[in-house]
T-cell receptor
Framework: GIQVEQSPPDLILQEGANSTLRCNFS?????LQWFHQNPWGQLINLFY???GTKQNGRLSATTVATERYSLLYISSSQTTDSGVYFC?????????FGAGTTVTVRA | GAGVSQSPRYKVAKRGQDVALRCDPI?????LFWYQQALGQGPEFLTY????????KSGLPSDRFFAERPEGSVSTLKIQRTQQEDSAVYLC???????????FGQGTRLTVV
């Protein structure tokens, strides 16, 4: 199956800082999703992005499918951004997840 | 409904008990998925339905796990004779069609004691 690697595994930020999360995948994919898992376990959809760049408020994502990676940018981080960020790649109907990046934003 | 709904949110089962987890997908979504998430890990695929047809059950860990979606809407994941290693969060997701964006429910946290 497709391998999905996320880095870094853990990230500690001071409120207001910017950061970049990376997702590498081992094979061509139909699509890619970024999720934020909040402290209650809910997976919140952030981006559905097969290629190119999308922006949503302080978050943006870029996927370069030909080079098999995606980046998630968090700007001006807030304490509410804390949680685990997952990248998941879609191959046909199946999503394969990375192990996640745990982000802690300190006030 | 507005989102994917799962029940119960939490379930404690004694080892050997049977459990049933329910998933209500987003109305009109053809595809439905079950995933298992162990503590500190990403979700792992269990099974996939397109309408009422179970097209892939390759991720089910053992024959104690059984899933159904008889009318192409609500789905139930059943685990027979639960074991401690079954303790995990079980996530249900749905999507409009086969290769479209997936939306997840809140999950059911199963603890087997």
């Amino acid at each position: 199956g497709i391998q999905v690697e996320q880095s870094p595994p853990d990230l500690i930020l001071q409120e207001g800082a910017n950061s970049t999360l990376r997702c590498n995948f081992s094979d061509s994919v139909n699509n890619l999703q970024w999720f934020h898992q909040n402290p209650w376990g809910q997976l919140i959809n952030l981006f559905y992005i097969p290629s190119g760049t999308k922006q949503n408020g302080r978050l943006s994502a870029t996927t370069v499918a030909t080079e098999r990676y995606s980046l998630l940018y968090i700007s001006s981080s807030q304490t509410t951004d804390s949680g685990v960020y997952f990248c998941a790649v879609l191959n046909d109907y199946k999503l394969s997840f990375g192990a996640g990046t745990t982000v802690t934003v300190r006030a | 409904g507005a989102g994917v709904s799962q029940s119960p949110r939490y379930k404690v089962a004694k080892r050997g008990q049977d459990v049933a987890l329910r998933c209500d997908p987003i109305s009109g979504h053809v595809s439905l998925f079950w995933y298992q998430q162990a503590l500190g890990q990403g979700p792992e695929f269990l099974t996939y339905f397109q309408n009422e047809a179970q097209l892939d059950k390759s991720g089910l860990p053992s024959d104690r796990f059984f899933a159904e979606r008889p009318e192409g809407s609500v789905s139930t994941l059943k685990i027979q004779r639960t074991q401690q290693e079954d303790s995990a969060v079980y996530l249900c997701a749905s999507s409009l069609e086969r290769q479209t964006e997936a939306f997840f429910g809140q999950g059911t946290r199963l603890t087997v004691v």
